[in-house]
């Protein structure tokens, strides 16, 4: 696939180990997955029915190399379930469905306290179609994000319109891949995006096509939710915006990231009501100079609150959870 020539890993951030019991003290039980009937299941779906509903414990699926073409879903009675594959490049989670993201996404997560590592989620329903041009993009997304205290390491998002959808509760993205071309990571979650590689194919819409990386949902100004990208990388086929509002009160905020000359001039599709904002961004397609005039220029303690781990993790979730 195109995307394993652009993949960049960067370091993970160190606050992630501090104060974390090794992961085998932690993990009370693991349930391998293998295509080939090496493990307990040959079925992604059916290690997650098999975990008891309310478990306390965390539990970890262990996924070997393969594609598995399935549909996987997470109820809200299913948390502290680590999603653990080989590698991004070598264990797959594929479908190719389109429709509303709650019935079409390839996964689909609602449980609270979930780990993912190591893994891609794709749906390949653009892909499917007869051009290599896309004239019929709908909705057909990779991930649908609902659950709270999720984190993702070293995890693959792929597909075209509303790739990542980032619905509801906090969020944590580290080191992932995220292609697409319309509004690719949308929705109402209060998420960080840190050390990820975000791949626009706005190649694929064909000349008449607009690309939108981001469709952030905030409904007011006392929504504590956003999107927040920090030491990010930007490339692909532009042009593409940065974002378009989903609501009147949506908030983005781009964070020393790079961007490759990719970005339309304006930066931005929406209106003056929304916090949209880029700092110490660099690269080609950082230049400001014909940025839409309201871009916000947050003050200090705003912005400092908003690019800190803090405001996905007052509570300390992120450390409690099994790391390596």
Not at 70 to 94: A, M, N, W
Not at 99 to 126: C, M, P, Q, W
Not at 211 to 237: H, L, M, W
Request: net charge negative.
């Amino acid at each position: 696939m195109e995307y394993l020539q652009l993949m960049v890993y960067f370091t993970l951030t160190p606050f992630l180990f501090l104060h974390v019991s090794k992961a085998e003290e932690i993990i009370s039980t693991t349930i391998t997955v293998d295509l080939f009937g090496k493990g307990n299941f040959t079925s992604v779906q059916k290690a997650i029915d098999s975990i008891p509903s309310n478990n306390k414990l965390w539990t970890r699926i262990h996924v070997t190399a393969g594609i598995y073409r399935e549909k996987v879903e997470i109820p809200p009675d299913k948390p502290y379930i680590v999603l653990q594959g080989e590698s991004s490049r070598l264990t797959f989670i594929q479908w190719g469905e389109f429709g509303d993201s709650g019935r079409s996404a390839t996964f689909k997560l609602y449980a609270d306290n979930f780990v993912a590592r190591d893994i891609t989620f794709e749906n390949t329903y653009n892909h499917m179609l007869s051009s290599d041009v896309v004239t019929n993009v709908t909705w057909a997304p990779a991930a649908l994000i609902q659950g709270d205290k999720a984190a993702f390491y070293r995890c693959g998002f792929l597909g075209l319109q509303d790739t990542l959808t980032d619905w509801q509760g906090r969020h944590f993205f580290n080191t992932c891949y995220i292609e697409g071309a319309i509004d690719f990571i949308w929705g109402g979650g209060q998420s960080i995006y840190q050390d990820c590689f975000i791949n626009v194919t706005k190649s694929r819409l064909g000349a008449s096509g607009t690309a939108y990386i981001t469709a952030q949902s905030r409904e007011s100004e006392e929504d504590p939710n956003g999107f927040v990208f920090k030491y990010c990388a930007i490339r692909g086929s532009g042009p593409a915006f940065l974002g378009r509002a989903y609501r009147n009160h949506s908030r983005v905020v781009f964070y020393q990231s790079y961007f490759e000359n990719i970005i339309a001039p304006k930066g931005w599709d929406a209106w003056d009501t929304i916090t949209f904002s880029e700092v110490k961004n660099i690269g080609p397609g950082a230049d400001m100079l014909k940025r839409v005039k309201w871009v916000k220029h947050l003050p200090e303690k705003t912005l400092e609150k908003l690019v800190d781990i803090s405001f996905i993790n007052a509570e300390g979730w992120i450390e409690n959870q099994p790391s390596y």
